[in-house]
């Protein structure tokens, strides 16, 4: 193992040490970005409308960096370009009413976005986004976390993170239907430590992920991959050097190679516990793999695990396709019709899934309820119940972005609110005014 590998093992295991010390990104981060800081120290942001820019839209939101984006408005947000995202952001889309947010026609950057928060929110390009683009593009950056999001439609990649970007999680999100010909679930692909966890890949026809470099790969499901792959595992001249644990790979109507392909000496993959069903008969019933080349491609097995920040609560493989099946993705407060249907196609294990070249097949990204936001009269972002009930004053709009005894704001209490318990964890809410 080379000296930058080691120096960052040494750092992942203080990280690890020092997690008392530090405050999540909400209950319930975890990984290499489970300390972004978001909007913490900056200001609210209200969303209210859907245009595609302008005062009030999602696109001026996360113009500007130190930011906690909450929304008063749901529905589908059309983008003729695409939206980069500054530094220092909290995108909290658990709080847009009706179905939530989706987001529509385009990608995102998070390229040098350096410590965001990103939750609950649909990213759907489509064939009308830029030719040669991610859904999700991460370039650069540090300190990410993106947790319940649905993302598909990529014109290149759906959701990818390479370069220099360092310390970022992925959790609890669903990456979708790369378009043809391409096809790609995504690159993960840089030494600076990406964390993914409990995730669902399917439809994609290759890079379900493509790893190279620093890699915890825990708890994911991976349905339905095409002749390009499932996991591929970097076989460049380059380390790397990869957890890979308690993951489920099924296989569905498009997929006609094994779960792992490529790879090299070069790709060191500590391997346990991951799972395989290949019959396409319309059960789960698949059986573990072995824990050598022979399974894993070509990697060079390792016999410890990389002492990388992992999940707190490890799944086994079954368990974590019952919870990707019922919680991931943009789930709050309800799953949209896309997700609906792939997670229809994961839960006939094996019998349905297609590859698509276009989104009209998918009906598109259907119609989103907009709902009512609830009152919130002084504008802080907070709603006046939610305010009495702890203690705040709803005529006060300068306690929403106040530190409370906790370490959050109480903004981020409310918002964090929302969604408590998103996986095993339990909070004490309580703002301090």
Same mark, same amino acid.
């Given at each position: 193992?080379?000296?930058?590998?080691?120096?960052?093992?040494?750092?992942?295991?203080l990280?690890?040490?020092?997690?008392?010390?530090q405050?999540?990104? +909400?209950?319930?981060?975890?990984?290499?970005? *489970?300390?972004?800081?978001?909007?913490?120290?900056?200001?609210?942001?209200?969303?209210?409308?859907?245009?595609?820019?302008?005062?009030?839209?999602?696109?001026?939101?996360?113009?500007?960096?130190?930011?906690?984006?909450?929304?008063?408005?749901?529905?589908?947000?059309?983008?003729?370009?695409?939206?980069?995202?500054?530094?220092?952001?909290? @995108?909290?889309?658990?709080?847009?009413?009706?179905?939530? !947010?989706t987001?529509?026609g385009?990608?995102?950057?998070?390229?040098?976005?350096?410590?965001?928060?990103?939750?609950?929110i649909?990213?759907?390009?489509?064939?009308?986004?830029?030719s040669?683009?991610?859904g999700?593009?991460?370039?650069?950056?540090?300190?990410?976390i993106?947790?319940?999001?649905?993302?598909?439609?990529?014109?290149?990649?759906?959701?990818?993170?390479?370069?220099?970007?360092?310390? !970022?999680?992925?959790?609890?999100? !669903?990456?979708?239907?790369?378009?043809?010909t391409?096809?790609?679930?995504?690159?993960?692909?840089?030494?600076?430590?990406?964390?993914?966890?409990?995730?669902?890949?399917?439809?994609?026809?290759? *890079?379900?992920?493509?790893?190279?470099?620093?890699?915890?790969?825990?708890?994911?499901?991976i349905?339905?991959?095409?002749?390009?792959?499932?996991?591929?595992?970097g076989?460049?001249?380059?380390a790397?050097?990869?957890?890979? !644990?308690?993951?489920y790979?099924?296989s569905? $109507?498009?997929?006609?190679?094994?779960?792992?392909?490529?790879?090299?000496?070069?790709?060191?993959?500590?391997?346990?516990?991951?799972?395989?069903?290949?019959?396409? %008969?319309?059960?789960?019933?698949?059986?573990?793999?072995?824990?050598?080349?022979t399974?894993?491609?070509?990697?060079?097995?390792?016999?410890?695990? +990389?002492?990388?920040?992992?999940?707190?609560?490890?799944?086994?493989? #079954?368990? #974590?396709?019952?919870?990707?099946?019922?919680?991931?993705g943009?789930?709050?407060?309800?799953? %949209?019709?896309?997700?609906?249907?792939?997670?229809?196609?994961?839960?006939?294990?094996?019998?349905?899934?297609?590859?698509?070249?276009?989104?009209?097949?998918?009906?598109?990204?259907?119609?989103? *309820?907009?709902?009512?936001?609830?009152?919130?009269a002084?504008?802080?972002?907070?709603?006046? #119940?939610?305010?009495?009930?702890n203690?705040?004053?709803?005529?006060?709009?300068?306690d929403?972005?106040? @530190?409370?005894?906790?370490?959050?704001?109480?903004?981020?209490?409310? @918002?964090?609110?929302?969604? $408590?318990?998103?996986?095993y964890?339990?909070y004490?809410?309580?703002?301090?005014?």
């Amino acid at each position: 193992m080379g000296p930058f590998a080691l120096n960052l093992l040494a750092a992942a295991a203080l990280l690890c040490g020092e997690a008392a010390a530090q405050l999540l990104a +909400f209950p319930g981060a975890e990984g290499f970005g *489970r300390y972004a800081i978001g909007g913490r120290t900056g200001q609210v942001y209200k969303v209210t409308n859907l245009n595609d820019a302008g005062s009030g839209s999602l696109r001026d939101a996360v113009s500007q960096a130190n930011r906690i984006v909450v929304f008063t408005v749901g529905g589908v947000i059309n983008i003729s370009s695409r939206i980069v995202v500054s530094k220092n952001t909290y @995108i909290a889309g658990q709080t847009a009413p009706g179905d939530g !947010i989706t987001v529509y026609g385009d990608g995102f950057s998070w390229s040098n976005a350096h410590n965001s928060i990103t939750r609950y929110i649909r990213i759907r390009m489509g064939k009308g986004g830029q030719s040669g683009k991610d859904g999700i593009t991460i370039a650069e950056g540090h300190d990410m976390i993106f947790d319940h999001v649905s993302v598909s439609w990529g014109r290149d990649e759906t959701f990818s993170i390479s370069g220099t970007a360092a310390n !970022i999680t992925v959790q609890d999100t !669903i990456i979708a239907q790369g378009l043809e010909t391409h096809s790609c679930g995504g690159l993960m692909e840089t030494d600076g430590g990406i964390s993914l966890f409990r995730n669902l890949y399917i439809d994609n026809k290759t *890079r379900n992920p493509k790893v190279k470099g620093v890699n915890d790969f825990q708890n994911n499901v991976i349905y339905n991959w095409g002749g390009g792959g499932g996991y591929i595992a970097g076989d460049s001249s380059a380390a790397s050097y990869a957890n890979i !644990i308690n993951n489920y790979f099924i296989s569905g $109507p498009s997929t006609s190679v094994t779960a792992f392909t490529r790879g090299n000496a070069n790709f060191r993959g500590y391997v346990s516990n991951n799972f395989y069903d290949s019959n396409r %008969d319309g059960a789960l019933n698949g059986a573990a793999l072995c824990a050598s080349t022979t399974c894993y491609s070509n990697m060079a097995i390792q016999s410890s695990k +990389f002492n990388y920040p992992g999940p707190a609560n490890l799944l086994s493989p #079954a368990a #974590a396709v019952d919870h990707v099946a019922a919680r991931v993705g943009c789930s709050k407060p309800v799953r %949209d019709g896309v997700d609906t249907a792939l997670i229809n196609q994961l839960k006939s294990w094996g019998k349905s899934g297609a590859l698509i070249s276009d989104e009209s097949s998918m009906g598109g990204p259907g119609t989103i *309820r907009g709902g009512t936001a609830p009152a919130d009269a002084d504008g802080d972002g907070i709603p006046d #119940a939610w305010e009495r009930s702890n203690g705040l004053d709803p005529n006060d709009a300068s306690d929403a972005m106040r @530190i409370s005894s906790s370490g959050y704001t109480n903004l981020e209490l409310y @918002i964090n609110s929302l969604v $408590p318990g998103t996986y095993y964890y339990y909070y004490s809410y309580s703002a301090m005014p």
